[in-house]
């Protein structure tokens, strides 16, 4: 059973940062990409960024600039680091794990991350 555990999700103010981890366990696969969503309230889950298994990187333009995604294979985890949170980023953050078309893809269960002015 593939468990994703999301950790660093918290109550931060405007400016701060924050760095959240997610770890997967009970797997063989190793995960083609890894990556963060999130979701706010009234709103539609939302990419975040992305990182492939040789490190290439993709961001929410919202984010760029401001957050960096970061992986270990060897540990089957995945960072993102917060810098300049503004108040809109207030959401819960998911992490996802994609193996290939034919396994398919894991879900955390979610962290909350709340900026307050």
């Known amino acids: 059973q593939v468990q994703l555990v999301e950790s660093g999700g918290g109550l931060v103010q405007a400016g701060g940062s924050l760095r959240l981890s997610c770890a997967a366990s009970?797997?063989?696969?190793?995960?083609?990409?890894m990556g963060w969503h999130r979701q706010a309230p009234g709103k539609q889950r939302e990419l975040v960024a992305t990182?492939?298994?040789?490190?290439?990187?993709n961001y929410a333009g919202s984010v760029k600039g401001r957050f960096t995604i970061s992986r270990d294979n060897a540990k089957n985890t995945v960072y993102l680091q917060m810098n300049s949170l503004k108040l809109e980023d207030t959401a819960v953050y998911y992490c996802?794990?994609?193996?290939?078309?034919?396994?398919?893809?894991?879900w955390g269960q979610g962290t909350q991350v709340t900026v307050s002015s």
């Open positions: 009970g797997t063989i696969f190793r995960f083609n990409s």
């Open positions: 990182i492939t298994s040789a490190g290439s990187t």
């Open positions: 996802n794990a994609y193996v290939n078309s034919y396994v398919g893809e894991y």
